[in-house]
């Protein structure tokens, strides 16, 4: 059944996200928000996608079919206790966050529980906010479904086939393992990726040598550093158990992998890089998993003034997209010297046999 009105408690980058994809998706049906942010708000009413904005909660909330729940991970239990009353057959809660058991805890027991189906989008941005939202940004990711043992299966099912109607691909999982399950590949990455540049900054030269020719393996591995120091806070203190369990785990292996070097064990170290390799290799990078297919190509490029304008003209002249481009210095493990990034897999191809007609050396990840 399709429903004819949605509300938002929040309205960031992922419930922006997904108000987007739902207007895009069904135009018909009615949006409502509630933000603190006015500016989103305003925002998202003038672009339509929004059609009644609130700076308070309000009763009208109560006739929605579904009310996302996309304030941050602390924030949720003041919201449920707000959002209880609304609760039905007829109004579903659910949620965005990226951490599943501690709000389950907080609706079990409560006559919400029923009528509540936890959610994690496996999609974001480095950006923030509404502006930065994309009625895009869901399509072909994993969506996370986290009923609670008393949610009705024909219920859960509508919303699955709901989520999977805005290009998304639903996942039923316990909360429990959920937790687990997103600490290793997700929460865990972010920790070690924090540590290695925090180290970096401390063991680095004053002439800071280290900062300057970092890139290759060591950018790959940080570029998830970057992102939101509030999110990644909440996130370890309300996932606290299974980050634990992860971290414990990793020590475990670095201890492992230490010894094996300590010792020069040579035949264990190409078993361990090896099965590394292979394990990561079978990860299938076209299909819609949560390590998507990046399209990027690397170009030999005469160093010389208006050389990459050059480049990036005949690429515009024929209409393909760049999405970033820019000069590699440190290519310890890169071929190439400029290195392009496209939106499509589309746009990759067109531009290997362009440029490749143009005469220009171009490596292919």
Known sequence: MQPDKIGFIGLGLIGGAIAKTIHRVYPEISLIAYDIDKASLALAVE???IHKSYDMLSDDFASCHYIFLCAPVQKNAEFLAKLSSFASQTCIITDVGSVKASIHQDVVG???EPYFIGGHPMTGSEKSGYASATSYLLENAYYILTPTSR???ELVKDFQEFIRSLGAIPLILDSEEHDYVTAAISHLPHILAATLVNLVKE???PEETMKTIAAGGFRDITRI???SPVMWQEICL???KQILRLLNSFIDALEAIKKEVAIQNESELFHFFQSAKDYRDSFSLKSSGPIPKIFEVYCDLVDETGGIATLATILAKNHINIKNIGIIHNREFQDGVLHIEFYEEDALQKALVL??????TVYER
């Open 151 to 153: 949610t009705s299966p």
């Open 355 to 360: 440029l490749r007609d143009y005469h220009y």
């Open 238 to 240: 309300t996932n606290q």
């Open 47 to 49: 672009e339509g996608t």
């Open 225 to 227: 550093a970057s992102s």
């Open 110 to 112: 409560t006559p919400m």
């Open 203 to 205: 063991l680095d030269t």
